[in-house]
């Protein structure tokens, strides 16, 4: 039987082959492209969001001051978040908004403008520090301030507006009320514990008989009377030409209570009595 094939059927079964080959080799090389390619990109990177946030930031310290150097309250008003803390109160932006236009106006020469660069702290919103030159020349005034930047519905808006003075000031009253409140409590405190000491009440006992007899004389006290280390008290009658000081008492600033009372002297203080006087009346730490 002869064996041999055409040349035209060599030919296709070649072709044929050679097709085959090249579709085996494009599925390999799609497989292999798929594999090698890179995965759908991530999150941005904590740096670069910061860096982006920071910008957010910039530009509305930018177009903050250039609104109000052009007194354009317009441009001014869709800075501002729904609620604003400003210069140490909370207030809406409707307000905040009122009240830069009535300053505005009251000052047309006013002109702002920001010196140096700013500086960032970074947290979930963004402080911008900064120094404003601000007023009408030839002498206008240079004041640190600070906006507070946060993203609200996906748009930077000014959280906080203030500056240096005002928390200056803020600490300031802070620090007082708290003095007050811890010397409020020590005074309540020594005040108790006095008038409950068995000595002091019969010295109170005393005195309120001797009054009874007296037209022209009535129970009260003097003080407290604060000093800078610590403050006194003292109890006795009061009459027209003076007071007469029967009962005294004064808690140092260490806490230590010291009681006198007159025909007795200086009183034994029980050591309970002492801790929670001291307790009360040791001033608190500096922050």
């Given at each position: 039987m002869n064996m041999s094939c055409p040349r035209s059927l060599i030919f296709v079964a070649l072709l044929a082959g050679l097709m085959a080959c090249r579709r085996s080799e494009t599925t390999s090389t799609a497989a292999a492209s798929a594999s090698a390619a890179p995965a759908a990109p991530s999150a941005a990177p904590i740096s670069a969001t910061l860096a982006l946030t920071r910008e957010q930031a910039r530009g509305v310290l930018v177009a903050w001051n250039d609104?109000?150097?052009?007194?354009?309250?317009?441009?001014?008003?869709?800075?501002?978040a729904e609620a604003v803390g400003y210069y140490g109160k909370q207030?809406?932006?409707?307000?905040?908004?009122?009240?830069?236009?009535?300053?505005?106006?009251?000052?047309?020469?006013?002109?702002?403008?920001?010196v140096g660069d700013p500086t960032f702290v970074d947290g979930d919103d963004i402080r911008v520090e900064f120094l404003k030159r601000s007023g009408r020349a030839p002498q206008p005034r240079d004041v640190k301030a600070s906006l507070v930047v946060g993203l609200?519905?996906?748009?930077?808006?000014?959280?906080q507006e203030t500056d240096e003075p005002t928390e200056t000031r803020g600490a300031k009253q802070a620090k007082g009320a708290k003095e007050a409140s811890w010397q409020d409590i020590c005074e309540t405190t020594a005040t108790e514990?006095?008038?409950a000491l068995p000595q002091v009440k019969k010295e109170v006992?005393?005195?309120?008989k001797d009054i009874e007899k007296r037209k022209d004389a009535n129970f009260g006290g003097v003080g407290p009377i604060w000093e800078g280390n610590g403050?006194?008290?003292?109890?006795?009658?009061?009459?027209?030409?003076?007071?007469?000081?029967?009962?005294?008492?004064?808690?140092?600033?260490?806490?230590?209570?010291?009681v006198f009372c007159t025909g007795?002297?200086?009183?034994?203080?029980?050591?309970?009595?002492?801790a929670r006087v001291k307790k009360a009346c040791t001033p608190p730490k500096a922050p």
């Amino acid at each position: 039987m002869n064996m041999s094939c055409p040349r035209s059927l060599i030919f296709v079964a070649l072709l044929a082959g050679l097709m085959a080959c090249r579709r085996s080799e494009t599925t390999s090389t799609a497989a292999a492209s798929a594999s090698a390619a890179p995965a759908a990109p991530s999150a941005a990177p904590i740096s670069a969001t910061l860096a982006l946030t920071r910008e957010q930031a910039r530009g509305v310290l930018v177009a903050w001051n250039d609104a109000l150097d052009r007194h354009d309250t317009a441009a001014l008003a869709p800075l501002y978040a729904e609620a604003v803390g400003y210069y140490g109160k909370q207030l809406g932006a409707e307000a905040v908004v009122q009240m830069k236009t009535q300053a505005l106006k009251s000052d047309p020469a006013f002109h702002q403008q920001i010196v140096g660069d700013p500086t960032f702290v970074d947290g979930d919103d963004i402080r911008v520090e900064f120094l404003k030159r601000s007023g009408r020349a030839p002498q206008p005034r240079d004041v640190k301030a600070s906006l507070v930047v946060g993203l609200r519905k996906g748009k930077a808006v000014i959280l906080q507006e203030t500056d240096e003075p005002t928390e200056t000031r803020g600490a300031k009253q802070a620090k007082g009320a708290k003095e007050a409140s811890w010397q409020d409590i020590c005074e309540t405190t020594a005040t108790e514990v006095v008038n409950a000491l068995p000595q002091v009440k019969k010295e109170v006992a005393s005195l309120s008989k001797d009054i009874e007899k007296r037209k022209d004389a009535n129970f009260g006290g003097v003080g407290p009377i604060w000093e800078g280390n610590g403050f006194s008290e003292a109890i006795g009658i009061h009459t027209p030409e003076r007071f007469e000081s029967h009962i005294s008492y004064d808690v140092r600033n260490d806490g230590v209570l010291s009681v006198f009372c007159t025909g007795q002297g200086d009183l034994t203080i029980p050591a309970a009595v002492q801790a929670r006087v001291k307790k009360a009346c040791t001033p608190p730490k500096a922050p």
